[in-house]
């Protein structure tokens, strides 16, 4: 049988992809000054793991970028060298290009080799040693260099009962250490004997990728060739940077082939994934995990637990899965709503499984949508290497603080957040915080804090940008609004001050930099969050900073909506836009003369939207007094929603509108209900937008 391992390609581009993400949160948070040894030996995984599978897929780009970097990670984790500020800089200037080889390989995307060039000469400048003549001196006289900085210590390693293609790919590991020879034992096991330079224990914390490192029994063995042999080719191998597939290795020291010839691919994805992608987990036996583990429970091997704890699942599939979902709940709807005639005497049983199975449906569905749902940390991890970049660039000092990482969110929801928080963060750090000598003169420390949280908050999440810098300047921007015609009160409230700051073009920079100030981007952030189904808000204190404020629903395929009838048609309100319901007064309605009808609620004069003449339907009311009117609320404005009667309150499936018909104002999406009939989802902040010359009127007249 023959495997293509090119299958495998998507897996290590998605590992690789989450070990350089971990590398650069390593990297930020490293104490440069006492570096914890366990710190930097992570570090080191990550390189060193992202070399293996490289390697195996034959990415010599990646490889030789990753051979550098491992090499000064080893000086640097074994004492031999002082970690510095330079070092960090250079190991995400490194990351950077890594990054931009694999989405070359992954995408197609353009790589900068001048860029890459830079780097590894960077690198190597920062190990203070030229690589042509470190070459030459370790071949001539192996005694120095490497080989003298530990003694080669050959370890032999008896394994558990293992499947063959299980250490294959640990000898691939542990072949990047060293020499590796495997031998088969009589009852079937396997041991192998290792030839390094390196401790016990980097060569079994390689070994918890793969197997429980607890139940391998190790010990010191003979050496596989002499040292000066195996030294020289040891620093051969460490400049060309071959590692185990060394082409000039001798056999002695070759890891064993078989005939599928799939050495080395199961570092980088749980190895049950790949028995069943290559078809081999019937015929390969599995080891007896329990009687393996005993009764201590769980995996010793940190990596190779949390893999096996977990799948790949591709999104087209979830997605596919939480459409079927959402038909079966919209059946299960119909069901329910036909079973609503039926005796409750006569059909007991029946009305009792429907409930059941309601119950069920309901638990399902919020399981299959708990899939689809990722940590905030997703979207905060990208900014602690941005905020230190541009605090850096822009010569201030921050603090950067995250809380509520572990917030979940739908996936649709977090990959459109990015954008909008990426501006938010640069505005703040911009515009928000002051440089450190304006703020000690304000008696304040010479670093600012910035504060990136998520917390759930009812039905949404709400995720807050926060910062103590100098906060908005009210003056400047009623200054601005004025020089741009935006016609604003005296008595203006500072919130609505605040919401000026969204009107496309709006800027009060008074230098435009490469940063921000060009007026582009703020009206962006509120429409792309809008389109959400979300909201923006604004705190802000002269003198003591700003908080914007973004609530977000949960999900978009699953909404909480009241049930509206106009005339003979069926409308769904999202349920978080309802303040209220009520039947008013003849005195609380007024008539404004060629522009339409305004409400009072308590004080506070509304307009009113008709439905039905906006979607020309015939109501069976047009006297607000006889009908109901729903107050509804978005972006800190209020209108009142004429209808005939409220059905009642529902949970809806959300399907697309403008994919399967067109796009319709004052429309969001539709839903199927329980009689098989469509019902449109109204967009609020539509219909409040079209009330707003309305309401202006009202406010400046």
Same mark, same amino acid.
Request: hydrophobic share 45%; charged share 25%.
């Given at each position: 049988?023959?495997?293509?391992?090119?299958?495998?390609?998507?897996?290590?581009?998605?590992?690789?992809?989450?070990?350089?993400?971990?590398?650069?949160?390593?990297?930020?948070?490293?104490?440069?000054?006492?570096?914890?040894?366990?710190?930097?030996?992570?570090?080191?995984?990550?390189?060193?793991?992202?070399?293996?599978?490289?390697?195996? %897929?034959?990415?010599?780009?990646?490889?030789?970028?990753?051979?550098?970097?491992?090499?000064?990670?080893?000086?640097?984790?074994?004492?031999?060298?002082?970690?510095?500020?330079?070092?960090?800089?250079?190991?995400?200037?490194?990351?950077?290009?890594?990054?931009?080889?694999?989405?070359?390989?992954?995408?197609?995307?353009?790589?900068?080799?001048?860029? #890459?060039?830079?780097?590894?000469?960077?690198?190597?400048?920062?190990?203070?040693?030229?690589?042509?003549?470190?070459?030459?001196?370790?071949?001539?006289?192996?005694?120095?260099?490497?080989?003298?900085?530990?003694?080669?210590? +050959? $370890?032999?390693?008896?394994?558990?009962?293992?499947?063959?293609?299980?250490?294959?790919?640990?000898?691939?590991?542990?072949?990047?250490?060293?020499?590796?020879? #495997?031998?088969?034992?009589?009852?079937?096991?396997?041991?192998?004997? #290792?030839?390094?330079?390196?401790?016990?224990?980097?060569?079994?914390?390689?070994?918890? $990728?793969?197997?429980?490192?607890?139940?391998?029994?190790?010990?010191?063995?003979?050496?596989?060739?002499?040292?000066?042999?195996?030294?020289?080719?040891?620093?051969?191998?460490?400049?060309?940077?071959?590692?185990?597939?060394?082409?000039?290795?001798?056999?002695?020291?070759?890891?064993?082939?078989?005939?599928?010839?799939?050495? @080395?691919?199961?570092?980088?994805?749980?190895?049950?994934?790949?028995?069943?992608?290559?078809?081999?987990?019937?015929?390969?036996?599995?080891?007896?995990?329990?009687?393996?583990?005993?009764?201590?429970?769980?995996?010793?091997?940190?990596?190779?637990?949390?893999?096996?704890?977990?799948?790949?699942?591709?999104?087209?599939?979830?997605?596919?899965?939480?459409?079927?979902?959402?038909?079966?709940?919209?059946?299960?709807?119909?069901?329910?709503?036909?079973?609503?005639?039926?005796?409750?005497?006569?059909?007991?049983? &029946?009305?009792?499984?429907?409930?059941?199975?309601?119950?069920?449906?309901?638990?399902?569905?919020?399981?299959?949508?708990?899939?689809?749902?990722?940590?905030?940390?997703?979207?905060?991890?990208?900014?602690?290497?941005?905020?230190?970049?541009?605090?850096?660039?822009?010569?201030?000092?921050?603090? %950067?603080?995250?809380?509520?990482?572990?917030?979940?969110?739908?996936?649709?929801?977090?990959?459109?957040?990015?954008?909008?928080?990426?501006?938010?963060?640069?505005?703040?750090?911009?515009?928000?915080?002051?440089?450190?000598?304006?703020?000690?003169?304000?008696?304040?420390?010479?670093?600012?804090?910035?504060?990136?949280?998520?917390?759930?908050? @009812?039905?949404?999440?709400?995720?807050? #940008?926060?910062?103590?810098?100098?906060?908005?300047?009210?003056?400047?921007?009623?200054?601005?609004?004025?020089?741009?015609?935006?016609?604003?009160?005296?008595?203006?409230?500072?919130?609505?001050?605040?919401?000026?700051?969204?009107?496309?073009?709006?800027?009060?920079?008074?230098?435009?930099?490469?940063?921000?100030?060009?007026?582009?981007?703020?009206?962006?952030?509120?429409?792309?969050?809008?389109?959400?189904?979300?909201?923006?808000?604004?705190?802000?204190?002269?003198?003591?900073?700003?908080?914007?404020?973004?609530?977000? =629903?949960?999900?978009?395929?699953?909404?909480?909506?009241?049930? /509206?009838?106009?005339?003979?048609?069926?409308?769904?309100?999202?349920? @978080?836009?309802?303040?209220?319901?009520?039947?008013?007064? =003849?005195?609380?309605?007024?008539?404004?003369?060629?522009?339409?009808?305004?409400?009072?609620?308590?004080?506070? $004069?509304?307009?009113?939207?008709?439905?039905?003449?906006?979607?020309?339907?015939?109501?069976?009311?047009?006297?607000? +007094?006889?009908?109901?009117?729903?107050?509804?609320?978005?972006?800190?404005?209020?209108?009142?929603? &004429?209808?005939?009667?409220?059905?009642?309150?529902?949970?809806?499936?959300?399907?697309?509108?403008?994919?399967? $018909?067109?796009?319709?104002?004052? /429309?969001?999406?539709?839903?199927?209900?329980?009689?098989?009939?469509?019902?449109?989802?109204?967009?609020?902040?539509?219909?409040?937008?079209?009330?707003?010359?309305?309401?202006?009127?009202?406010?400046?007249?």
């Amino acid at each position: 049988m023959s495997i293509d391992i090119s299958q495998f390609f998507q897996a290590f581009f998605d590992e690789a992809e989450e070990l350089l993400a971990e590398k650069e949160r390593l990297l930020l948070a490293i104490d440069v000054v006492a570096p914890d040894a366990e710190h930097l030996n992570a570090v080191f995984r990550t390189a060193h793991s992202i070399k293996g599978g490289a390697s195996t %897929f034959g990415l010599n780009d990646m490889t030789e970028v990753t051979h550098v970097l491992e090499s000064l990670l080893d000086r640097i984790r074994k004492g031999e060298m002082a970690l510095t500020s330079e070092h960090v800089d250079a190991f995400l200037a490194a990351k950077d290009v890594l990054k931009m080889q694999l989405d070359g390989h992954r995408l197609g995307a353009p790589v900068d080799h001048d860029k #890459v060039a830079d780097v590894r000469m960077m690198l190597q400048a920062l190990s203070h040693q030229t690589p042509a003549a470190a070459t030459l001196d370790k071949v001539l006289k192996p005694g120095l260099g490497r080989a003298a900085s530990s003694k080669l210590v +050959c $370890y032999r390693l008896e394994l558990p009962r293992m499947a063959q293609c299980e250490v294959e790919a640990l000898a691939a590991e542990l072949g990047l250490l060293g020499r590796v020879a #495997v031998e088969t034992l009589d009852d079937g096991r396997h041991a192998m004997q #290792v030839a390094t330079h390196e401790s016990l224990d980097d060569i079994l914390s390689i070994c918890s $990728y793969v197997v429980d490192a607890a139940d391998i029994k190790t010990s010191q063995a003979p050496p596989l060739l002499d040292a000066a042999g195996s030294a020289a080719r040891a620093a051969l191998e460490e400049a060309q940077g071959y590692g185990f597939f060394d082409p000039i290795a001798p056999a002695v020291a070759q890891v064993p082939v078989d005939a599928d010839g799939a050495r @080395g691919y199961g570092f980088f994805q749980p190895i049950e994934q790949i028995r069943a992608a290559a078809g081999i987990a019937a015929s390969e036996p599995e080891p007896d995990k329990k009687s393996a583990k005993g009764d201590k429970g769980g995996d010793k091997g940190v990596a190779h637990g949390a893999e096996s704890s977990s799948i790949r699942v591709p999104v087209e599939k979830v997605d596919q899965l939480i459409n079927l979902i959402g038909e079966l709940v919209i059946t299960q709807a119909m069901i329910a709503q036909r079973a609503d005639s039926l005796d409750p005497v006569l059909h007991e049983r &029946l009305l009792g499984s429907i409930g059941q199975l309601t119950r069920n449906t309901r638990d399902l569905q919020e399981a299959v949508m708990s899939i689809r749902m990722m940590p905030m940390d997703f979207v905060f991890s990208r900014f602690p290497r941005m905020v230190r970049d541009l605090a850096a660039k822009l010569g201030k000092k921050i603090d %950067f603080v995250t809380s509520g990482a572990a917030t979940e969110l739908d996936k649709g929801l977090i990959e459109r957040i990015v954008d909008p928080l990426t501006h938010l963060v640069r505005n703040s750090i911009d515009h928000g915080i002051e440089m450190p000598a304006a703020r000690r003169a304000a008696g304040k420390g010479e670093a600012g804090r910035l504060f990136l949280s998520a917390s759930h908050q @009812g039905g949404n999440i709400v995720v807050e #940008v926060s910062d103590d810098g100098g906060g908005l300047n009210r003056e400047r921007i009623l200054a601005k609004a004025v020089e741009q015609g935006i016609g604003v009160a005296d008595d203006i409230s500072d919130e609505d001050v605040w919401q000026l700051i969204f009107a496309p073009g709006f800027s009060t920079a008074e230098i435009v930099t490469d940063v921000s100030g060009r007026g582009v981007g703020m009206d962006v952030v509120k429409r792309n969050i809008t389109a959400m189904g979300g909201t923006v808000q604004i705190r802000s204190a002269k003198g003591f900073g700003t908080t914007i404020s973004i609530a977000l =629903p949960l999900t978009l395929a699953i909404l909480d909506g009241m049930s /509206i009838r106009v005339g003979d048609e069926v409308y769904i309100l999202p349920l @978080g836009f309802v303040i209220e319901s009520l039947q008013p007064a =003849p005195s609380d309605i007024k008539d404004i003369s060629g522009q339409g009808r305004i409400v009072r609620v308590r004080g506070e $004069y509304l307009p009113l939207i008709s439905l039905h003449q906006m979607f020309d339907i015939t109501p069976r009311y047009t006297n607000p +007094c006889d009908g109901i009117v729903v107050i509804l609320e978005t972006d800190g404005r209020r209108a009142g929603l &004429l209808v005939d009667d409220l059905v009642g309150q529902q949970q809806v499936v959300v399907k697309n509108l403008e994919s399967n $018909y067109r796009k319709v104002t004052g /429309i969001s999406g539709a839903t199927i209900l329980g009689d098989g009939g469509v019902s449109l989802i109204l967009d609020v902040a539509a219909l409040i937008r079209s009330s707003r010359q309305l309401a202006d009127d009202i406010v400046f007249s």
